[in-house]
């Protein structure tokens, strides 16, 4: 059995995008999010789609990782299209039988609604693949120092987050360890109907469960003992943008700035 990686793991140090500060990574993620959302038309989709092939060599992602991030979505976006596509009052367009037919307009607008929350995915994997878990981190919480004034506890907010990203790869690897056990000793997970196949998965979600909490535990005695609690206040040194990473923000922001303004004047 091949192991299992995670997906949008960290893929290199010598990327374009793996050189840019992680800090960029997310404003421009960000802007892109309210771009993509913001904007309609199908020559508009389609640029979007140039860019995130773009992103995704400069990454060094391949289309074959964002295929397999769609995959558990699937059922999602495919109940998304039908939903939007159906017409069970009989205006629509195309008749099926009786009242239910397929309305052209909402299966275009459902297919619209597909392809937005793909591109976006594809967006979020090349800043995970382009960046170290710590450096995720770090950005987070050199962006949300400004809410640090009002009492927000930036700190722990980036402690938390980077112990969430730490265990990404930790839970991957227990979940691989504990699939291969269990079909090591006869577990078939593609067999029988829908309760069968719950009960397999249990046979691995249940001990992978467990394993969590044991660690969580040791973590958090580890913690105690380090006196994280008691240095949760310390503030990393400032770091300037360098100048690659500045123009690439300035080229950034101002393409998810004009091509919705393009968008609506066209």
């Known amino acids: ?21 992680a800090r960029v990574k997310l404003i421009l993620l960000l802007a892109a999010t309210v771009g993509i959302f913001a904007t309609a038309g199908s020559w508009v989709l389609a640029l979007w789609i140039v860019v995130l092939a773009f992103a995704m060599r400069v990454s060094g992602m391949r289309l074959s990782s964002h295929l ?7 059922f999602i976006l495919a109940f998304t299209l039908i939903a939007n596509a159906l017409a069970l009052d009989g205006h629509g ?14 299966a275009l ?9 793909a591109i976006l995915l594809g967006f979020a994997l090349c800043v995970s693949s382009s960046t170290t878990p710590p450096q995720l981190a770090d950005a987070c919480v050199r962006l949300l120092r400004p809410l640090g004034r009002i009492g927000v506890p930036v700190a722990d907010i980036g402690l938390m987050l980077s112990l969430a990203l730490r265990f990404i790869p930790i839970v991957s690897e ?16 593609e067999a029988g109907g829908l309760v069968a196949r719950i009960r397999s998965w249990a046979s691995v979600l249940t ?3 467990v394993r969590l909490f044991r660690r969580a535990d040791r973590l958090g005695e580890s913690m105690a003992q380090r006196c994280y609690a008691d240095s949760a206040d310390v503030t990393a040194p400032r770091a300037p943008l360098s100048a690659r990473s500045r123009a690439v923000l300035v080229l950034g922001l101002a ?3 004009l091509l919705p303004l393009a968008a609506h004047l066209l």
């Open 207 to 209: 001990p992978l469960v």
């Open 109 to 117: 607008r459902g297919a619209t609604a597909v392809l937005r929350i």
């Open 255 to 257: 393409f998810c700035l």
């Open 68 to 74: 397999r991030v769609l995959a558990p979505v699937a």
């Open 1 to 21: 059995m091949k192991p299992f990686s995670p997906l949008g793991s960290f893929v290199s140090a010598d990327t374009p995008a793996a050189r840019i500060d």
């Open 174 to 189: 227990e979940f691989s360890r504990i699939q291969l056990a269990q079909r090591s000793r006869g577990v078939d997970f």
């Open 93 to 106: 367009d195309i008749a099926l039988a009786g009242p239910v037919g397929i309305d052209t307009a909402g």
